[in-house]
């Protein structure tokens, strides 16, 4: 779904509990920086929560805070033949050609720091 915009509701979403979780933690405190953790295979639009961080933000301590997002890359683990190996999309299988495969990194989405204004 998205709003007129083009901007995913989903991103939106987010964007506002990442904005109430550091408010709710850091009080009237002024943001400088934050920044967040969204792996490749999160099904995040690392883009589109650039683009709400700016809206979301107004009036708010976060208002005019830098945003900067880490992307980890997609790993798995084969639990057929033991292999680790990238993965750029859920549907991409091991080598050996098994699909029974434990995610080790790529799903994350999480508030790694937040700097505050001295």
Known sequence: MHDRGGVHLHEMAITQSVVHA????????QIRRICLEIGTLSGVVADSVRFCFDLITEGTPL???????????????CRDCGAEFALNDLLVLCECGSANRELLAGEELKIREVEVMA
């Open 22 to 29: 550091v408010c709710d933690r850091m009080g009237d405190a």
């Open 63 to 77: 208002e005019g805070a830098s945003l900067e997002i880490i992307q980890p890359t997609g790993r798995a683990r």
